[in-house]
């Protein structure tokens, strides 16, 4: 018994040793992030979170680069911002452009997407409590907002 014990112990740990290595030779597909500031126009009153934003020009961009599940955008102004939680999101093809993508319910927007010009992996904003409260009978369509890096004309 001891033998066959032992025996059990070297399988378990050959096949510990390659997963690890599995793991390390094709890593999982890493956060997806927003590199740098992107900035939009946003024509409508919009959620982001759990705040409510008047239209207007924003800058979102990763928090901190350590932590990619962690967005801010705030108003170009300054005057209003806010943190919004994001987590891997899927395109089925790359955007031709940056863009954020707003679902509507009613007359009601919630920023729900963000994707980086020729990148199909972006990030998907976690739904707000007053978001999963709304009805969603009354889902119209998601709007596409264009969005383009801070500093870039379009």
């Not at 900035?39 to 020009?57: H, R, S, V």
């Not at 009354?138 to 969005?147: K, Y």
């Amino acid at each position: 018994m001891k033998l066959q014990e032992t025996k059990g112990h070297h399988q378990l740990l050959s096949l510990f040793i390659a997963l690890v290595f599995g793991f390390t030779m094709y890593p999982s597909k890493t956060q997806a992030q927003i590199v740098g500031n992107i900035e939009a126009n946003i024509p409508f009153q919009f959620y982001a979170g759990n705040t409510k934003f008047p239209p207007g020009k924003y800058i979102i961009h990763v928090l901190d680069a350590s932590d990619l599940t962690l967005m801010e955008i705030s108003s170009v102004d300054g005057k209003t911002s806010a943190v919004f939680a994001v987590r891997d999101a899927e395109a089925n093809s790359a955007p031709a452009k940056s863009e954020l993508i707003f679902n509507k319910y009613g007359n009601q927007h919630f920023l729900a997407k963000l994707f980086d010009e020729s990148n199909p992996n972006g990030s998907a904003v976690v739904e707000s409590r007053y978001e999963k409260r709304i009805d969603k009978g009354t889902a119209e369509a998601q709007e596409h907002v264009p969005a383009q890096h801070q500093g870039t004309g379009g």
